[in-house]
Every structure is written in C-alpha cells, then in structure tokens.
C-alpha cells in the first residue's frame, strides 16, 4: 500500500541569478585537491593557537568531560535502567544497565551490554553511539531486543543493527537478524519480526533536503528495495516519518509528513487506509492513550473560537477523529510565559515553560476539571524552581504499575541547572491530593537521587539578568555570568553567545568548561581606568535570548522568520550595544560566539555590525545562502530562511548572507571558522568558502579549522570535543584579553 501526500510546491516562475562565485570548487567535500588546502589552513590555525596555554586549557576541558563524578542519565526499560556513558578509558563509549537499587549508590554497578570502542577496533570503523530502540517485549517478558544506531563517522546517516540484551551481542544476519545499511531516517518497530523503516539506503528515493522520501513495510530476511511501500511524500517536501505506538490497549499506527520545519500532516492507519488528522499544518500534534494533545504555532481559528499561538489543547483520540471538535484549554500563553515541553505520566501531565526564561513546571490532572467553562483540567504547580535556573520535569515510566523499584507510573524525573549551579538529578512522585478545599490538585514529592559536581569556583560568580532595547522598542533578555563586584570600567573580556532560531531556547545551563576556560581565566594585565596600572581579571559568559528562539513561543521564532530574519540580529547587536553602554566592556573587548545556525548569526555580527566586536569565533555555520538549499540538507530550512531561487525571497536573503556581504576597506574583527568534514547537516562547505574568500581579500586576521570527522556536532568523542571547544575558547581570549593574535 503506497499514499501519497498533496504536492504543495511548484516550481517558481523564474530562477534569481546566482552572484559569481569562484569557491564554488571547495564544494567537493572529499576532494583531493580540496583535503588539501583544508590541511593547510588547518596548519596555519594549529600553529597560531596550539601553544602551551593551549595544551594545558584542553587538558582541563578534557578533564571536565572524562569526570567520573557526572551525572549518569539513564532511561528506564523494565526493570533495568540504561546508560551511555564515554570517558578516558571509553572514548567511544559504553552503553550498559543497572538497577534501581544500584544506581542509587555512589558506585553503581554497570552491566556493559556494548563497548563501542572495542566495536569500532574489531570491525575498523570509527562507530559512533546514536541511541536503541526497545521492542515491547509480551506481558511479564524482559525487554530483549533492540534496534542500535551507528554513525560510521558522527553525522546523521545511521546503520540500524539488531541487538539482544540477554545474549550481549548482535543478533546474526545470516539467522536473520535485522542489519539495515547506512542511511538517513528512522526505524519503528511493528512487531517481533516486522520494522516500519523511512530510509534512503539501497537506492530507495530520498527528498531535496537528503531525507527519506517513503517508508516501507520490512520483514526479517527482506532487503528494503523489495519491502512493500507503505507511505511517500513529495519530493519538495522534507522527510517522510513512520512510527508504530505499542502502547497496550492503544496500538497504532502513524505517519508524519514533513512538509518544513514547522509544517506537517499527521495521519493514522485505519483499516488499510491512512487517515489525516484534521489540523492545519502548523499544528503539532502528540498523541497518548486517549487523548490528543494540539500545539498550534499560529493562532488556530476552530469553529468561532481562536486558540493563541503556543497554547495546549487536549481532545479525546477517537472523539476527535469521529469529528468531535471539544478542546479543553491546558495551557495559554501571555507576554511573559511560553509552553516548552510536555510528559505524560500514568495519571498526570507535566508541563515545563519558561517565564521570562526562568522555569516553571505544573501538574496537570486529566480527571478533574478547574473552574471555568475552557474545559482546562486542575493545574497545580511544582515548587522546584529556583529563579534564573533551567529545571525539566519528565516521566520514568508512565506504564510502570508495580513498585518493585521503588516508583511506579506517575513517577517523574527532575534535573536542575543554572549558569552556577552544578546540575542535580531529582526523583519525585505524583498522587492526587484530595485535602484542597477548592480545586483538589496534585501533590509531589521528590528527592536528589545524583548531583554533579563543582568543576570551577562557581560561588565567587553571580548571575544576572538584564534586558536591551532592540532597534523597534521589544525588550530583549539576555543572562550575564562574572565575578562578584565586576568592575564596570568597559574592560572585562566578554563572551556574547547566541542562537535565535528554529524556535530553540537558550535556557541556563551549568558548564565546566566555560566555568574554567573563561570565567577562571586570567588576563597576563588589562590597563585599568582608576590609574592604578594593569589588573588580572576572569571572562564575562553572556546569553542572549533573542528573537528567532522559543523563548517566548512561537511567536517569538515567527518574528524573527524570512524577511524578518534582520529583527534577530539587531536584537543581538542591541545586548553587545547594552554591554558596552553599562561598561561591562567595550569593542575591542567584546567576541561573539554561535554554531549552525547561530553560526550565521555571528556571521552576520562580523559583515554587519564589525564595529561591535573585537572577536568572532563561527562554528559549523551557514554562510552562502545563495546556495545553502543545494548543500547537505540546507532545502529543510527554507521555511525558515526562504528560498533563494525565487527572485523576490534572494531579495531579502541576500541582506543576511554574510558570503555577499564582506567589503572591502572595512576594519574586520578577528575571525576563526571552524567546521568538521563529515558534517551532513550543514556541511564544511560554507566555512571554507568564507575564509577562503576572506584571505583572498587581503584579510588576513581569519583562521579556518576543519575537523576530519565529528559530524555536526564537529567531534565524536570528549577528546575531539575537547579540542575543539580549546581553540574556540583559547582564539577567543587571545583576541579578546591576551591581545597577542
């Protein structure tokens, strides 16, 4: 059985002409030829920044990553809870279990089921650890089986092997074991032998952004080619998706067409026939058990009533489906508070948002309804939520009823960071509170189950929380991490980061490495503006919240989209602008730093507003958007860049396309692009050709570094990792605070 979604797109009118481009050649990413001035300027890079004070800072970087003493996450599965875990002795990785009784304790005892490092040596390929997928095993069974994702190089193409956890091995191909070629997309399972599988391996059709185009039916012992087709989307739309809920008494059958990023068709099988799922595009849908839950990105007009952008909205699963339009209000946004997650215990919803990007968490109880006539089910809040830190609530195991390991399904986990404030793990319950007098709501309790600890004096730092004006009046947040009594005399070496895209939220967040490879840093002596010589002082680490994230919702992403794209880099501007106002530092002291697409925001910093920063440090970043639609998986993004082929959308993007934005004769800030080779989202391809079109202009104060492999994350393991946040951080305090580039 095949469907087909309704081809939306057409082809424009006409192509708006491509500017000259004489880089175009670096485009062949495993060219000989190219390899080869990638090594160069990788050379001319290492020899500028791998001295000593590099060497020691990448060794406590790595330090921080190999920490035996972090936060083991696990997953629960069972009675068993998994592990992946990477360190010195495990570059690659473990993935192993325990039980509850044992990770309670400071030495829990780790049964490894795969070592990925002996892996990658036995089979000579550098295996990367993407995650498993559990088939739900009969009632009263273990889980056994698994579906493993391997990268061979980090990107995002995966190898699936089947593998049981009993046995501790991959189960034999020859036997019948499912083993699926390298590829793009994902992996359900249906049943014992069955696999619902979206892929582009064996010559299986894939979309203009190199995702899956169809998803097909595959038995044990059948090649995907000959798997009877199941579902197809259009070329021009982004991916197709196939997942299978196993849920007992809910067992069904979905499938996603992934027009863009923000729009897409849900259907379920019926009867042989996919069923949609009657919601505009720009309404996310999630099922669970009985219920539907709708998300919408703009405001969604629904018989007479409008439901704001970024509210939650429940509707019974059948009851909807039969044509029932009853939604009960979960939650409604307003101009301070923005819905970010959502998980489902047995009995309870937890809601995680963000007000004024501080958490805040409430219950919610499908059983009983507040007063008002919205249908909103009873909401109580969850106090853990220290101001100006990030705290996530979501569930161990929803379909746990036993309490064999201490919890059951309406346990929920807690983890609590801030910029501060070493991350903690947390494990709580849920239970009806029926001693309210009003409203009864839900009580909780819950206890630190691990902590992380302190890699850098975090007590001597303080956090604070400012607000700039961008150029049309909002109000754009943004958090400040310095010592305590920072002196305010514009010559702090400082660190804006940003990201503002994609509806992604920047959130505090806890890291050693900044802690130590900038905040603990030391000036050899900055002069002073109190007459009293040179001080040594420590970096000042900023966030800023600007437009094009989720901070606020969607409304937030949606101001900052296609032709409104500039509104997020003048919001970024505005907060180096406020720093500099309130002397916390001043141009020349004063980097930026962004990855993927805050990548293009930095670009943008560096061919727009060159007289804010003395710094810009560029990762993994878009950069032609001439071209991006036709370079890895740049045609997913048109939604939120727009497309350049048509002649009135180049308009407005070339205005944010740093490629065709460098001058000559302007007085550039220092720049280091960095990038990995085996990228496949974004791609190396756009870094090269902006530092090669930048020395060819006689700018000679850009550095380029290209990582052989890592993927878009630019490393695969801690000691890539390591190395690859040194240099960010070590150009970025030469530039900034040593002053010796």
């Known amino acids: 059985m095949t469907t087909t979604a309704a081809d939306s797109g057409r082809a424009p009118a006409a192509i708006a002409p491509e500017p ?24 001319r890079t290492e020899s500028l920044l791998e001295d000593a004070a590099y060497a020691e800072l990448e060794g406590s970087i790595l330090e921080v990553l190999d920490s035996t003493d972090r936060i083991p996450m696990v997953g629960k599965r069972g009675d068993w809870y998994y592990n992946f875990w990477k360190d010195q002795q495990n570059p690659k990785g473990l993935w192993r279990r325990t039980t509850w009784e044992s990770y309670c304790t400071d030495s829990p005892e780790w049964e490894v089921l795969l070592d990925v490092d002996a892996l990658a040596a036995a089979e000579g390929e550098e295996w990367v650890f993407h995650g498993a997928t559990f088939l739900r095993p009969p009632a009263g069974e273990p889980y056994r089986l698994a579906l493993l994702a391997l990268s061979p190089d980090g990107g995002d193409a995966n190898r699936y092997r089947e593998y049981d956890v009993e046995a501790r091995a991959f189960v034999d191909p020859a036997g019948g074991g499912f083993d699926l070629p390298t590829a793009k997309g994902n992996v359900s399972w249906l049943d014992a032998d069955t696999l619902l599988v979206a892929s582009t391996a064996d010559g299986l059709p894939r979309t203009a952004s190199s995702y899956a185009r169809t998803a097909v039916t595959l038995k044990r012992g059948e090649s995907l080619i000959a798997a009877p087709r199941l579902f197809e989307v259009p070329e021009d739309h982004m991916m197709a998706v196939v997942a299978h809920d196993s849920t007992p008494g809910f067992e069904r059958t979905f499938a996603v067409d992934y027009i863009d990023f923000f729009n897409r068709t849900n259907l379920v099988l019926r009867d042989g026939s996919w069923v949609a799922i009657d919601v505009p595009t720009d309404v996310n849908v999630s099922a669970h058990r009985e219920w539907l839950l709708f998300r919408p990105q703009q405001d969604w007009v629904l018989d007479g009533t409008t439901y704001p952008a970024g509210s939650l909205l429940a509707a019974g699963f059948e009851d909807y489906l039969s044509g029932g339009r009853d939604l009960a209000v979960l939650f409604t946004p307003d101009a301070r508070t923005s819905l970010q997650s959502w998980s489902w215990t047995r009995n309870f919803l937890l809601l995680n948002l963000l007000k004024d990007v501080s958490s805040e968490i409430r219950v919610l109880d499908p059983s009983r309804s507040a007063e008002g006539p919205d249908g909103a089910w009873a909401s109580t809040p969850l106090d853990a939520c220290p101001p100006l830190h990030d705290v996530n609530a979501y569930a161990v195991d929803d379909e746990d009823e036993s309490a064999a390991d201490g919890g059951a399904g309406n346990d929920f986990w807690l983890v609590a960071t801030g910029f501060t404030t070493p991350s903690t793990l947390m494990r709580g319950t849920l239970e009806p509170n029926h001693n309210d007098g009003a409203v009864p709501g839900v009580g909780s309790r819950h206890a630190v189950v691990k902590a992380s600890p302190s890699f850098f004096a975090d007590s001597d730092y303080e956090v604070q929380q400012h607000f700039a004006t ?17 002196p305010l005399d514009g010559q702090n070496p400082t660190q804006l980061s940003g990201y503002g895209g994609f509806e992604i939220s920047r959130t505090p967040a806890y890291s050693g490495t900044v802690g130590r490879a900038w905040l603990e840093r030391r000036t050899a002596g900055i002069p002073g503006n109190d007459g009293g010589g040179t001080h040594s002082r420590g970096g000042v680490y900023v966030v800023a919240n600007i437009r094009g994230g989720g901070e606020y919702g969607p409304s937030w992403h949606r101001a900052a989209l296609k032709e409104n794209r500039h509104k997020a880099y003048q919001d970024f501007a505005a907060v180096a602008r406020d720093l500099i106002n309130r002397g916390v530092t001043s141009r020349e002291r004063l980097g930026c730093v962004g990855g993927s697409n805050g990548g293009l925001l930095v670009g943008n910093m560096l061919t727009q507003y060159p007289e804010l920063f003395g710094a810009v440090s560029c990762g993994v970043p878009l950069l032609d958007m001439r071209r991006y639609t036709k370079l890895s998986a740049g045609h997913s993004w048109i939604a939120e860049y727009g497309d350049p082929d048509v002649p009135e959308q180049w308009e407005y993007i070339r205005t944010f ?12 800030p220092n720049t280091f692009i960095w990038t990995a080779t085996s990228d496949d989202r974004v791609g190396p391809v756009q870094a090269r050709k902006m530092a090669a079109r930048m020395l060819a202009m006689g700018i000679r104060n850009v550095w380029f570094h290209e990582a052989l492999e890592g993927g878009h994350a630019g490393a695969s393991d801690n000691r890539q990792a390591a190395a690859l946040q040194a240099r960010s951080q070590h150009f970025l305090w030469k530039a900034l605070a040593d002053g010796n580039l």
Do not use: M
């Open 470 to 486: 961008s150029d049309d009046g909002t109000r754009v947040p943004y958090f400040q991490v310095a010592a305590r009594n920072l």
């Open 20 to 43: 000259t481009d004489e880089n175009v050649w670096l485009e062949d990413i495993y060219g000989e030829e190219q390899l080869a001035w990638v090594k160069e300027q990788n050379a």
């Open 657 to 668: 396309s740093p490629y065709h934005l460098l001058r000559d004769g302007v007085d550039y």
